[in-house]
């Protein structure tokens, strides 16, 4: 995809960089010799401050024909705009908005951390009567529990076509990983971002098709990394750990048993590089790897993480689990796909329900009651727990109640399983695909599973 030419001016300037260090003003003089009118912008929206070393970058031209410098990973490092229409960061603050200002650098919203306002967070609410299931009901899923209640079939499932997966890639573990932050970019998960190729790359590859129409060939790195710059620019950012990071709060461990699980003030993260690869949607090893020997704790520590952008947006109308791909898909009122994500979903053992239900109820960092009257018993625990909200929690971060009694969509202790293992009856996703997928739908929502 990428056109890149030589040019005689640029690699003067390179070369003369080589020899001398230059100013902001001077190197864009360097670089617009015999061209005053046109300055390089950063992706920032600052004037490019350095001439690159020669060899580095390319000049190519983005998808409005601007002339644009990019470096060998296809990362965008310069844009040439006209000089007229420059205006400094201060002042394109207060232009934005205004008729007849041209401001091709509006900074991005940030995303989304932690929960709305206008979304009520707490324990897993109590159903009214003879509507949906009590707090007591809401199903185990977690290792050395027993399995969900079964649920009858009392529809005929719909069975659907299972796509055809592409072959396995070739790309290089950083290219892997530009493909998976633009495939999370665009809203159609990968699962955790950990540099490999896998089914639930694969599989997000053939769902973004069929939102896009368009063809996304994992061999084809360019393209990769051409898509990944015009979403957001770079894959990988450096982020500075603060204060509050390293405070936490965290725990030493999370318990198996349940009776020492209901004795923590909450199931929080047991560390910082636990959160910050939740956070940024990472494989926890994947981030101790791009960081080797680093002190997560310490504040002021600048480590490196991808950069998933925010969160998607909009009103999911349907949402269809794919038992055989192990995959949910979040349609809207027209019919188009809007986001899907891998998940785990039920098991020959416990199997999932069949056929259509519909979203009952909506709780963000849900507690969970234990209750083996109900559901199961676990160990050797024959009373009824509380077991307090966190994002270790037997649910995750997210409930989303069916109106089968004991089902529900919702996160998960651990992300790198999602699509990888079995499930106990419910829909299971990564604590953020869960929260995106909850802020998008309302009670009433069908969930409709098929095979």
Same mark, same amino acid.
């Given at each position: 995809?990428?056109?890149?030419?030589?040019?005689?001016?640029?690699?003067?300037?390179?070369?003369?960089?080589?020899?001398?260090?230059?100013? #902001?003003?001077?190197?864009?003089?360097?670089?617009?010799?015999?061209?005053?009118?046109?300055?390089?912008?950063?992706?920032?929206?600052?004037?490019?401050?350095?001439?690159?070393?020669?060899?580095?970058?390319?000049?190519?031209?983005?998808?409005?024909?601007?002339?644009?410098?990019?470096?060998?990973?296809?990362?965008?490092?310069?844009?040439?705009?006209? #000089?007229?229409?420059?205006?400094?960061?201060?002042?394109?603050?207060?232009?934005?908005?205004?008729?007849?200002?041209?401001?091709?650098?509006?900074?991005?919203?940030?995303?989304?951390?932690?929960?709305?306002?206008?979304?009520?967070?707490?324990?897993?609410?109590?159903?009214?009567?003879?509507?949906?299931?009590?707090?007591?009901?809401?199903?185990?899923?977690?290792?050395?529990?027993?399995?969900?209640?079964?649920?009858?079939?009392?529809?005929?499932?719909?069975?659907?076509?299972?796509?055809?997966?592409?072959?396995?890639?070739?790309?290089?573990?950083?290219?892997?990983?530009?493909?998976?932050?633009?495939?999370?970019?665009?809203?159609?998960?990968?699962?955790?971002?950990?540099?490999?190729?896998?089914?639930?790359?694969?599989?997000?590859?053939?769902?973004?098709?069929?939102?896009?129409?368009?063809?996304?060939?994992?061999?084809?790195?360019?393209?990769?990394?051409?898509?990944?710059?015009?979403?957001?620019?770079?894959?990988?950012?450096?982020?500075?750990?603060?204060?509050?990071?390293? #405070?936490?709060?965290?725990?030493?461990?999370?318990?198996?048993?349940?009776?020492?699980?209901?004795?923590?003030?909450?199931?929080?993260?047991?560390?910082?590089?636990?959160?910050?690869?939740?956070?940024?949607?990472?494989?926890?090893?994947?981030?101790?790897?791009?960081?080797?020997?680093?002190?997560?704790?310490?504040?002021?520590?600048?480590?490196?993480?991808?950069?998933?952008?925010?969160?998607?947006?909009?009103?999911?109308?349907?949402?269809?689990?794919?038992?055989?791909?192990?995959?949910?898909?979040?349609?809207?009122?027209?019919?188009?796909?809007?986001?899907?994500?891998?998940?785990?979903?039920?098991?020959?053992?416990?199997?999932?329900?069949?056929?259509?239900?519909?979203?009952?109820?909506?709780?963000?960092?849900?507690?969970?009651?234990?209750?083996?009257?109900?559901?199961?018993?676990?160990?050797?625990?024959?009373?009824?727990?509380?077991?307090?909200?966190?994002?270790?929690?037997?649910?995750?971060?997210?409930?989303?109640?069916?109106?089968?009694?004991?089902?529900?969509?919702?996160?998960?202790?651990?992300?790198?399983?999602?699509?990888?293992?079995?499930?106990?009856?419910?829909?299971?996703?990564?604590?953020?695909?869960?929260?995106?997928?909850?802020?998008?739908?309302?009670?009433?929502?069908?969930?409709?599973?098929?095979?």
């Amino acid at each position: 995809m990428f056109d890149f030419r030589n040019s005689g001016l640029i690699l003067l300037a390179l070369a003369a960089a080589s020899l001398v260090s230059v100013s #902001a003003t001077s190197a864009q003089s360097v670089y617009n010799y015999n061209r005053s009118q046109t300055l390089l912008i950063s992706p920032e929206g600052d004037i490019l401050d350095y001439v690159p070393e020669a060899g580095e970058v390319f000049i190519s031209r983005d998808r409005m024909g601007r002339t644009v410098l990019v470096d060998r990973m296809g990362n965008l490092v310069a844009t040439e705009i006209p #000089a007229e229409s420059y205006y400094p960061p201060r002042q394109r603050g207060r232009d934005r908005g205004l008729p007849g200002v041209y401001d091709p650098y509006a900074e991005p919203q940030p995303a989304p951390r932690g929960w709305d306002d206008d979304v009520t967070t707490a324990s897993i609410p109590d159903a009214a009567p003879g509507a949906g299931i009590p707090q007591d009901g809401v199903p185990q899923d977690m290792p050395y529990g027993g399995p969900d209640l079964p649920a009858p079939a009392d529809t005929a499932p719909t069975r659907m076509v299972t796509p055809e997966i592409p072959v396995k890639s070739n790309l290089s573990r950083l290219e892997i990983t530009a493909l998976q932050v633009f495939l999370d970019r665009e809203g159609i998960s990968p699962g955790v971002i950990d540099g490999k190729m896998g089914q639930n790359v694969n599989k997000a590859i053939v769902a973004w098709e069929q939102m896009t129409g368009e063809t996304l060939d994992p061999n084809n790195a360019d393209d990769i990394l051409e898509r990944l710059r015009l979403s957001g620019g770079l894959a990988i950012k450096s982020y500075t750990i603060t204060a509050g990071d390293a #405070a936490g709060p965290f725990v030493a461990s999370i318990p198996d048993d349940y009776a020492h699980k209901a004795q923590l003030p909450a199931m929080s993260y047991t560390s910082t590089v636990e959160m910050l690869a939740e956070r940024f949607h990472m494989d926890e090893a994947y981030l101790r790897e791009l960081n080797p020997g680093v002190d997560f704790s310490i504040p002021g520590t600048i480590i490196k993480v991808v950069e998933p952008g925010p969160a998607k947006k909009g009103n999911v109308a349907r949402i269809v689990a794919n038992k055989g791909l192990k995959q949910v898909f979040a349609y809207g009122e027209d019919g188009s796909l809007i986001a899907a994500y891998p998940a785990s979903i039920g098991s020959a053992d416990t199997p999932s329900p069949t056929g259509t239900v519909t979203i009952d109820r909506i709780a963000l960092n849900p507690g969970y009651t234990y209750n083996p009257k109900v559901n199961f018993q676990q160990g050797n625990n024959t009373q009824v727990l509380q077991i307090p909200p966190g994002p270790n929690g037997p649910v995750g971060t997210v409930w989303l109640a069916l109106s089968k009694p004991t089902y529900g969509i919702h996160g998960t202790p651990e992300p790198s399983k999602i699509g990888r293992t079995q499930s106990h009856g419910c829909i299971r996703l990564t604590n953020w695909d869960a929260t995106e997928l909850a802020k998008m739908v309302k009670p009433g929502v069908t969930v409709e599973f098929v095979e």
